[in-house]
């Protein structure tokens, strides 16, 4: 199993309906890719990090997660909504190894 992470803060203010809709595509094109599982979107709570949401998702394996980064629905929401309206972002991709 992969988990695939991406914490990152928008350009647009909190609260805005700009914020909102964002995030509503992201769940919505993102989680709908086939191979996508367990696609959750949370908010940063704490005040250690300027990051503000985050993207977690769960793939079978590497060709599962390969197809998804290959996916011309993710890929036309990275071009189209992610690059223009995302600030800063850190990904993650995790394996458990216990």
């Known amino acids: 199993m992969i988990q695939h992470t991406v914490a990152f803060r ?3 203010p909190r ?5 909102a ?3 509503a595509a ?3 094109v993102l989680a709908s890719i086939p191979g996508v599982e367990d696609f959750a979107l949370s908010e940063q709570v704490g005040k250690k990090s300027p990051l503000t949401w985050h ?3 769960l793939f ?5 997660y390969a197809a998804y980064n290959d996916h011309p629905d993710h890929l036309h929401f990275v071009e189209s909504r992610w690059l ?5 972002f850190q990904e ?5 190894v216990l």
Request: hydrophobic share 45%.
């Open 10 to 12: 928008l350009i647009h």
């Open 15 to 19: 609260g805005s309906e700009a914020e």
């Open 21 to 23: 809709d964002f995030l």
């Open 26 to 28: 992201g769940r919505r």
């Open 55 to 57: 993207f977690s998702m």
């Open 60 to 64: 079978a394996d590497e060709a599962t």
């Open 84 to 88: 223009p309206e995302v600030a800063e």
């Open 92 to 96: 993650w991709d995790l394996v458990e």
